[in-house]
């Protein structure tokens, strides 16, 4: 079993959509929880990052984490075409360079004009 | 300003080739990072540096593989006697400081026939 498990999707919605995304994972260990962005042909750009449990939101999007169940969330409001991407969650136990980056292995998500 | 920079940005290999990935991290960053990323798959650590120094190299795969930062700012992940498992997309991270975000670079697609 994979210390972090994504569905890999595709997922399709329409412009405008409110998109969910999610993660579980398994290591209590993991304290920062982060969502990465990656297009085709590109490498991962960090979306959002929160600590522990809660919610953060930054525009469009809100992160939630529930470390009691193991849960991360990412929720896309007003969705765009550009928004069309896959999505990948990310955990570490520290926010150090030491502290590895655990990766799901990413949902594909487009979004229909 | 420049990011993190990646040659060749494809490469196809014979297996039992040699080959050598460039990264060019952002001036200054201090952490360098190496990824593999398979078809459909989050990266995967494979090694770290910090300056010159290599910190991390739990994540790779066999002895196969070799990574080098000898003056502090350009590495190289070298693979030799290549085989089609290594087939992926080689992506490098840099960071400024040892607490900050991980900026990636475009990745290397490897493919070894």
């Known amino acids: 079993q994979k210390e972090v498990e994504q569905d890999p999707g595709p997922l399709s919605v329409p412009e405008g959509a409110i998109v969910s995304l999610n993660c579980t994972y398994s290591?209590?260990?993991?304290?920062?929880f982060m969502w990465y962005r990656q297009y085709s042909r590109k490498g991962p750009e960090l979306l959002m990052y929160t600590y522990s449990s809660g919610n953060k939101e930054d525009g469009r999007f809100t992160a939630q984490v529930d470390k009691s169940s193991k849960y991360i969330s990412l929720f896309i409001r007003d969705s765009q075409p550009s928004d069309s991407a896959t999505y990948l969650c990310?955990?570490?136990?520290?926010?150090?360079?030491?502290?590895?980056?655990?990766f799901g292995s990413g949902t594909r998500l487009s979004i229909r004009p | 300003g420049a990011g993190v920079s990646q040659s060749p940005r494809y490469k196809v290999a014979k297996r039992g080739q040699d080959v050598a990935l460039r990264c060019d991290p952002i001036?200054?960053?201090?952490?360098l990072f190496w990824y593999q990323q398979a078809l459909g798959q989050g990266p995967e650590f494979l090694t770290y540096f910090q300056n010159e120094a290599q910190l991390d190299k739990s994540g790779l795969p066999s002895d196969r593989f070799f990574a080098e930062r000898p003056e502090g700012s350009v590495s190289t992940l070298k693979i030799q006697r290549t085989q089609q498992e290594d087939s992926a997309v080689y992506l490098c991270?840099?960071?400024?400081?040892?607490?900050?975000?991980?900026?990636f670079g475009p990745g290397t697609r490897l493919l070894v026939l």
């Open positions: 990310a955990m570490s136990p520290g926010y150090s360079s030491a502290s590895k980056i655990i």
């Open positions: 001036s200054g960053h201090v952490s």
């Open positions: 991270a840099s960071t400024r400081t040892s607490q900050e975000t991980q900026y």
């Open positions: 290591n209590s260990a993991f304290q920062y």
